[in-house]
């Protein structure tokens, strides 16, 4: 079965410091998202990207930052964490064209104190 | 990128059909709709997608309007594990990535 996951599930960091969530997946997918779901926003997009190295900006990439170094892995950054940046955090996937489906992690509930 | 807009909430009873509506009347040709739900504590999953014919798989149908500015998930026989939030988006064939925006989604409630 495919598969998307996230590295916690639940995380607590402290205003200020340098938080990493990191996501695998074992598809071979080209093109990977970061999301961030907060009650009566639904689903708003960070960064994604589409290769290797690639990234793009989302609907919201302030305070966020990206790295893809290889394939299945793609990492978000938050360089200094801000309470307004606890959230639910959803990583994605999906094949190289634009119109397949988006396979999901289960989510990073992130709390920042 | 193209919007879609769904009802908050919906209600249903179990063991009966459920039509979920999508509205997207900014859709362009290139525009695929696509399906999902999230259950409570879980990411979203893939239901269904189609671009212009109406189409069926094992765990729903989805009804797509002939200028496909709105489109219909069809649940045939609705059971208590399929209360979730359901979310219509737009995927684009032409860029590589498919950025696409999520909304809020139908939050289905299924009564027993």
């Known amino acids: 079965d495919v598969k998307v996951t996230q590295s916690s599930r639940y995380l607590v960091k402290r205003t200020g410091e340098k938080v990493f969530l990191e996501c695998v997946q074992d598809m071979d997918h080209e093109n990977m998202f970061w999301y961030r779901q907060d009650p009566g926003l639904g689903l708003r997009l960070i960064y994604f990207s589409y290769d290797v190295k690639m990234k793009e900006k989302g609907d919201i990439p302030e305070g966020y930052s990206v790295s893809r170094e290889k394939k299945e892995r793609f990492s978000l950054i938050l360089e200094s964490a801000s309470t307004n940046q606890t959230s639910m955090y959803l990583c994605?996937?999906?094949?190289?064209?634009?119109?397949?489906?988006?396979?999901f992690g289960s989510g990073t509930q992130l709390s920042v104190l | 990128d193209a919007k879609t807009t769904q009802p908050n909430s919906m209600e249903s009873n179990e063991e009966e059909p459920v039509h979920l509506p999508c509205n997207h009347s900014?859709?362009?040709?290139?525009?695929?709709i696509h399906w999902y739900r999230q259950l409570p504590s879980q990411g979203p999953e893939y239901v269904i997608h189609g671009l212009t014919s109406n189409v069926n798989n094992r765990m729903a149908s989805l009804a797509i309007a002939e200028d496909r500015k709105s489109s219909t998930l069809i649940l045939h026989r609705a059971t208590l594990r399929d209360a979730a939030v359901y979310y219509c988006i737009l995927r684009d064939v032409q860029t590589n990535a498919g950025k696409s925006t999520f909304g809020d989604g139908t939050t289905l409630t299924v009564k027993p």
């Open positions: 994605a996937s999906s094949p190289y064209r634009g119109y397949e489906k988006l396979f």
């Open positions: 900014t859709i362009s040709g290139t525009d695929y």
